[in-house]
């Protein structure tokens, strides 16, 4: 903020955009930006008691008091820790024990598909979890949605809940001055699921992060000072962080917050939020694509915006779905990047560079500039350009917005990402330690990488990265589930969703009130984006004769693709009475399915 205040100090930096239209847009300018961060951080400082290398869990929805409470964090060299707003309590207080938070900050409530919700309930519930764990947060401040209004039905804990509005006022007009950090000093915890339940906080560093994503920001996302750039992403996950926060602001940009659904309340009104403020660059997922062309295939074609610019991201964009962003969406006007990061990542690492490289449909493109991508076999052996095979894409170089490890856990991290190609564990060369991950790649023979899908167990629902082992745990804490299996399906909209499939206890009988309790157990464990399209109860789960439980048979069955040899398993004969249970009694299997779902399950 503070580069920008003699030239631009006076123009929009946020606008947020409220759910219902009947709100008006709110602009906040550079300025008062600067004005509203340095109060917040005054009062973190002094009246929670903060300093740099703490670390502050943020559980709040989209709205523009979100990046001020993250760059009050930065101000001060606090670790912010943002948990998506559509996580439950339950798995707000898991990251906030991990992190070890002294400080929960939360808003009353939100609004989501016409609802005022209530968002505060979660912290008593997140704190109790935490406390569990072993961490007692000393502080809840919330947020107001509506001045002089509460949209929470939750009692606050005396000593302990604040309304930020109410503490505020002490600190008005008071500058902070930034504390000075190392550049490999860490700003931020970004928590993500893994293969194994306990998800993972990535670490990311002040400098490399903060370069990274103002990097892909100017030469992969063209944005300059003049621009309206809206990201639709959640600024809860990795996206939202470096491009609708730290990126578009580092470069004077004004950013586009909305907080609701984007099709609420019909299919015109992100046309209509895009013809209003002028947006010409803009950025969203494919789930949010095949919603929008799904709800109103012809519905941009009456509104009079223009966008010069627009990004994919978060999960392979099939071509029929790049062509009706192209033609319908952006008129046949704006050129497409189809990017492939990861949360671990910083910013972007295959994307074609706007108007230099051509565009392909589905295609993420080469590694940006800097970024040197190769595929490996299981085998280790390098698979080449043009040979149509599939391999597990990795990075051979480092690059700054790589994180700096898992927090607290230096042996998963270097485990997860770095030993399966390592050349020589004993080695201090970054050369024998290709980045692995965790995603199928094919590379054409123009130097350009299609991105095929996850290879590890987590299913990107509608761009959420979901740990497999996290939902299992969830639904294990059933007292009448004795195992629990999660697979991702085909879903037309969000890309994947999860499948679960369970075996009861000796002596249980199958009913809908235990399918309605494991349901129940996952929204309240993990969050409504969890909910699974099926939950099965099967006599067995298809095993190797070593007890490992086969996920990509189960995943086959749901999506019927073809089982491959199961001649091999301790009990091949359950495998059909599974599939009579999936698909009924005529088979209707499909020899061919996506890359993804013929390798999930990959690593058991």
């Known amino acids: 903020m503070d580069r920008h205040l003699d030239k631009y100090k006076n123009k929009a930096a946020i606008i947020f955009v409220p759910e219902p239209e009947s709100e008006a847009p709110v602009s906040l300018t550079y300025r008062e930006l600067y004005v509203q961060v340095n109060e917040f951080a005054a009062l973190l400082r002094d009246f929670c008691g903060l300093k740099a290398g703490d670390r502050v869990t943020v559980h709040m929805p989209m709205v523009p008091e979100l990046p001020v409470t993250m760059l009050a964090c930065a101000r001060l060299g606090v670790i912010h820790s943002v948990v998506f707003g559509g996580f439950s309590g339950e798995a707000c207080g898991m990251r906030a024990a991990d992190s070890g938070s ?22 008593d519930i997140a704190l109790n979890i935490a406390k569990k764990e072993g961490t007692t947060v000393e502080k809840v401040l919330v947020w107001r949605r509506h ?60 400098g490399g992060y903060l370069a990274y994503v103002t990097g892909c920001s100017k030469y992969i996302q063209d944005i300059h000072p003049e621009d ?43 046309w209509r939020i895009a013809e209003r403020l002028d947006v010409n660059i803009f950025h969203t997922s494919p789930t949010a694509i095949r919603m929008l062309r799904k709800s109103g295939h012809d519905e941009p074609t009456k509104y009079k915006y223009h966008f010069k610019h627009m990004t994919t991201v978060g999960e392979p964009i099939e071509p029929e779905v790049w062509r ?3 033609e319908t969406v952006g008129k046949g006007e704006a ?18 560079k706007p108007a230099l490289d051509p565009m392909k449909p589905g295609s993420a493109g080469p590694g940006v500039p ?6 490996y076999d299981e085998m280790g052996e390098e698979v080449h350009a043009g040979s149509g095979k599939a391999g597990n894409i990795c990075i051979r170089n480092p690059w700054p917005g790589i994180m700096q490890t898992i927090w607290g856990d230096r042996e998963r ?22 980045y692995f991950a965790a995603d199928g790649a094919v590379l054409a023979v123009d130097g350009y990488f299609r991105i095929l899908g996850r290879v590890d167990d987590v299913i990107n629902v509608a761009g959420h990265r979901l740990g497999t082992k996290e939902i299992e745990s969830a639904c294990l804490t059933v007292p009448e589930v004795a195992e629990a299996a999660v697979v991702p399906v085909v879903d037309e909209i969000k890309g994947r969703v999860p499948e679960v499939y369970i075996v009861l206890q000796p002596d249980v009988q199958a009913s809908q009130e235990i399918v309605d309790k494991v349901n129940h157990v996952i929204e309240t464990m993990i969050g409504k984006i969890a909910r699974p399209r099926r939950i099965l109860v099967v006599p067995d789960m298809p095993k190797t004769r070593s007890g490992k439980l086969m996920r990509r048979i189960l ?3 749901s999506n019927n693709m073809a089982t491959g040899d199961i001649t091999t398993l301790a009990n091949p004969d359950v495998v059909e009475s599974v599939r009579v249970l999936v698909q009924g009694k005529e088979a209707v299997v499909l020899q061919e399915g996506p890359e993804d779902l013929k390798t999930f399950g990959a690593n058991e």
């Open 413 to 434: 991290f270097v485990a997860q990402y770095y030993a399966k190609y390592c050349k020589d564990t004993n080695s201090k060369r970054w050369q024998d330690w290709p």
């Open 147 to 206: 001045p002089g209004q509460n949209a929470s039905a939750t009692p606050f804990v005396e000593g302990r809940d604040f309304w930020v509005d109410e503490i505020l006022p002490r600190y008005s007009g008071e500058i902070v001055a930034p504390v000075p950090m190392d550049s490999e000093a860490p700003l931020f915890l970004m928590y993500t699921s893994g293969s194994t339940g306990k998800p993972k906080g990535c670490q990311h560093r002040t």
């Open 555 to 557: 995943a086959a069955l």
């Open 324 to 326: 009706w962003y192209y």
């Open 370 to 375: 800097g970024i040197y991508p190769m595929i």
């Open 102 to 123: 002294q400080v929960l900050i939360t808003m009353d409530g939100y609004y989501r598909n016409g609802k005022l919700l209530d968002h505060k309930a979660g912290a």
């Open 335 to 352: 050129v497409i990047v189809d990017t492939w990061w990861q949360t671990e990542n910083g910013g972007f690492l295959c994307s074609t």
């Open 228 to 270: 309206v750039y809206w990201c639709m992403a959640d600024i809860g996950w990795i996206t939202g962080h470096s491009f609708i926060v730290y990126g578009p602001l580092a470069l004077a940009a004004t950013s586009v917050i909305y907080e609701g659904v984007p099709t609420y309340p019909d299919a015109g009104r992100v």
